[in-house]
């Protein structure tokens, strides 16, 4: 089978962006609902790429691991967000990386960190660079010269298994489905599915501290790591293999979130699960988003913690195709590998039918016998096999989780494509308080369709929780509005600006799961205190002391 090759501006595989029909069709659909749309353009093609001549040439032993190829380059300029795409489907490149390596071991990294130290280089990690707020950007200022990218993708091995702990060691540089891969002869799972899932990577998940399937309880990667490996420029951490400590501030977390502006988390111990047996779903339909707030707080509160607890508003639900008229629907799913789920839907049912919900279909439930666990301790991992068709982000079964899937694994595909189309969209997201969500949506909501009226002539915003916590929801907001031909990246501009000054004036976070990278930094210094970021810079002053480490990303360069 032929190798498949990846955009090297876009989501995805080259192979996987739709067709010219189904754009053109996309457009006629789109027209509806936004008035203009254009015909969709080309995508850029590979053969007309241009990059700057390299800034820097490497010693031999260097050489073999890295490559100055115009296409890698171009591909590892960016990483995936709105601005990225549109900026790759533009064909410019001018920012690309000197170098892209590839290194396969640790002492490579040093002899890298060596090097970039000596001659004034930046380093910019690469997982799957999937980053959507400017985590893999190249920019060299200051004394910098130039800057080289590391991608990690040939560091992805699952190491170790300790079946009686669930713990697994899986090298950073793991995709989604490379780590299942490995898993699944063991019948363990990470079940950690971000949308970003095929490309994204271990290593790239505890640098922006993702976010997952699971809407309750394990909703961040966080929740799954039990110990890291960091080589950074003034030597290696590894933290402790323990279940929990109360041994200082946990030395973990300052890398969990670090963005590469450390050092490189080369692996980690993660905790793995059987893959689920039994699985419930169903969907319950709302009058409005305010009685399916209302019902999601309260079972957010019960202590079910369901895998999917998903609300979307009404003009969410109707463009995935999943009601007709307006209403506020709420997926939930279940899932154990222990144990049926019967009480546990029911008890969720009767919830949220309290409180006004319709659950109109009746609950599916599966249950499936898929894998007994081997009683051995740490064992070397089989030979990889194909991944399971199950394995996938189990949201539900029943019919409107499953149309729900289908657009969530085809979503990436269509943002590239809706930039061909000149459209401008993007999603953002945030947590608060249940106590201050109503005000924050509001506001939202009034900065965002006022911005995109000003910028764009109109415009449509959406809303969905993608997780739920007892305390508060994440509410993840899409937009789309018409864009002007080549002003695309400022109507975006004065939408994002609109939106997170809406979310910091209201006491919500600037990003629930997508990291701060270069993008939201100047509202993330407003967030933290200045005496932890200037913590922080003291800690990035010790790891990367001559500030090599993807400067600009997360901790502001000095000056
Ligand atoms: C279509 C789409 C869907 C997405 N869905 C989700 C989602 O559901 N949940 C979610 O949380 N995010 C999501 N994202 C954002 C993105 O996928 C995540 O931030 C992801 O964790 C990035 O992983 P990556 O391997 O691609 O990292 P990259 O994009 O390569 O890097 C991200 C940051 O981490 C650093 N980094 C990467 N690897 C390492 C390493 N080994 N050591 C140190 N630093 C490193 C980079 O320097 C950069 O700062 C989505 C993005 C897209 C485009």
Sequence with gaps: MAERVRSFWGWGYEESFPNDDARKELATRLRAVLGHVPEPLSPPSAS????????????????????????????????????????????????APDWVFYPTEESQLTLLFRFCESEAIALVPYGGGTSVVGGTEHVASGRLRGT????????????????????????????????????????????????????????????????????????????????????TPAGVIETRRVP????????????????GAFGIITEAWVRVQ??????????????????????????SQSGLFPSNCRLLDEREAMLHGITQVPRAVLLLAFESADHPLEPWMERALSIASDLGGDCDEEAT?????????????????????????????????????????RSFLDAPYMQSALVSLGVVCDTFET????????????????????????????GTLTCR??????????????????????????????????????ILANEGTVTHHHAVGRLHRPWWEKE?????????????????????MNPGCLIGTKT
């Design 465 to 502: 929780f993608t997780h739920v916590y007892p305390d508060g929801p994440a509410p993840y907001y899409t937009f789309i509005a018409p864009g002007r031909a080549g002003a695309e990246l400022e109507q975006w501009d004065a939408i994002k600006k609109a939106a997170t000054d809406a």
């Design 244 to 259: 929990a400590s109360a041994a200082g501030p946990a030395p973990e977390r300052l890398f969990l979130g670090s963005e």
């Design 48 to 95: 007309a790429i241009v990059v700057p001549e390299p800034r820097f040439t490497v010693p031999v032993e260097l050489r073999s691991l890295g490559t100055t190829d115009t296409r890698e380059r171009a591909r590892h300029t960016y990483g995936r967000g709105y601005r990225d795409l549109v900026r790759g489907f533009r064909g410019d490149f001018a920012a």
């Design 365 to 405: 439930y599966t249950a499936e016998i898929v894998y007994s666990l081997s009683p051995t301790a740490v064992s070397r991992p089989p030979a990889p096999s194909v991944a399971p068709a199950s394995e996938l982000p189990n949201v539900g079964r029943d019919a409107d989780t499953a149309t729900w899937r």
């Design 274 to 299: 059987p893959r689920p047996r039994w699985r419930a779903s169903a969907s319950v339909r709302f009058a409005k988003f305010s009685d399916g707030v209302a019902a999601t707080r309260v079972l």
């Design 148 to 231: 080289a990218c590391v991608d990690l993708s040939r560091m992805d091995k699952v190491l170790a298994i300790d079946t009686a702990s669930r713990t697994a060691r899986i090298q950073a540089g793991a995709t989604g489905p490379r780590i299942a891969q490995q898993l699944a002869p063991q019948g363990l799972s990470l079940r950690h599915y971000p949308q970003s899932y095929e490309f994204s990577t271990l290593g790239g998940w505890i640098a922006t501290r993702a976010g997952g399937h699971y809407a309750t309880l394990y909703t961040h990667i966080d929740d799954l790591v039990q110990a890291v490996r960091v080589v």
């Design 528 to 548: 933290r205190s200045d005496l932890y970021g200037s913590t922080l810079s003291a800690a990035k002053e010790r790891l990367d002391p001559h500030g090599i």
């Design 431 to 458: 947590a608060c308080s249940w106590e201050r969500f109503p005000e924050l949506h509001a506001a939202v909501t009034r900065s965002v369709e006022a911005a995109m009226r000003t910028a764009c002539g109109g």
